[in-house]
């Protein structure tokens, strides 16, 4: 039972690096969210996929893209890290949107210098 | 705009101590509440949630919550917590018919041997 797996779980990129963070989940689930975690913010979402071949922008989507590459994988790219993107990312899956319980990854937390 | 505000930002309990953590929503129409729980060094997992119905809902390791429609709340209880309830506790929120689910901020329980 995977459920909900996120690569890398720590990275450490320098101002203006791009990375892309990957998500996978094998539950067969329609929609795919990403989370940002900061101190006394909660989780914020930043994008969001209802169903494969949609993507929709959340609360804080400015620095970020994400490709719902399939059902199955949704990843989110920081095209030119900033030291305000310093945070813990989750990757989160439901069935559906609205009344569907979300299955989370583990996390990658992410240090941008 | 649709939000989810959590008032206590960190409590501290004394085992056996009973618990109640705040949670208000602002959503115009029907909406489904959830509670989850991240333990230290965990990843997020659904404490409960309401969707309709009785508005108390019960969850697991005797958690339980209350939607009261009139005060646009769902706070959390636990009549009597024990060490192993440390945790952080996010309140969460999403329309019925579908859509964004949205965090409230947080809160982080530290509870007392």
């Known amino acids: 039972n995977a459920g909900v797996t996120q690569t890398p779980k720590f990275q450490v990129l320098k101002t203006g690096q791009s990375m892309t963070l990957q998500c996978a989940q094998d539950?067969?689930?329609?929609?795919m969210y990403w989370y940002r975690q900061d101190p006394g913010m909660g989780l914020r979402l930043i994008y969001y996929?209802?169903?494969?071949?949609?993507?929709d922008k959340g609360e804080v989507p400015n620095g970020y893209n994400v490709s719902r590459l399939n059902k199955r994988e949704f990843s989110l790219r920081l095209e030119s890290a900033a030291p305000s993107q310093t945070s813990v990312y989750f990757c989160?899956?439901?069935?559906?949107?609205?009344?569907?319980?979300?299955?989370f990854g583990a996390g990658s937390r992410l240090t941008v210098l | 705009a649709q939000s989810v505000s959590q008032h206590n930002h960190h409590v501290i309990l004394s085992e056996a101590a009973s618990l109640e953590l705040g949670c208000n929503y602002s959503?115009?129409?029907?909406?489904?509440l959830f509670w989850y729980v991240q333990y230290p060094g965990q990843h997020l997992q659904l404490l409960l949630k309401?969707?309709?119905?009785?508005?108390l809902v019960k969850g697991i390791k005797g958690f339980e919550a209350e939607f009261i429609k009139s005060k646009f709340s769902f706070n959390l209880r636990k009549p009597s917590v024990q060490w192993s309830d440390t945790a952080e506790y996010f309140c969460?929120?999403?329309?019925?018919?579908?859509?964004?689910?949205?965090f409230g901020q947080g809160t982080e329980l530290s509870v007392k041997p």
């Open positions: 959503y115009g129409g029907t909406v489904n």
């Open positions: 996929s209802a169903s494969e071949g949609t993507t």
């Open positions: 539950m067969n689930h329609n929609s």
């Open positions: 309401y969707f309709s119905g009785d508005p």
């Open positions: 989160a899956s439901s069935l559906s949107d609205g009344a569907n319980v979300l299955t």
């Open positions: 969460a929120g999403v329309p019925d018919q579908g859509g964004k689910l949205i």
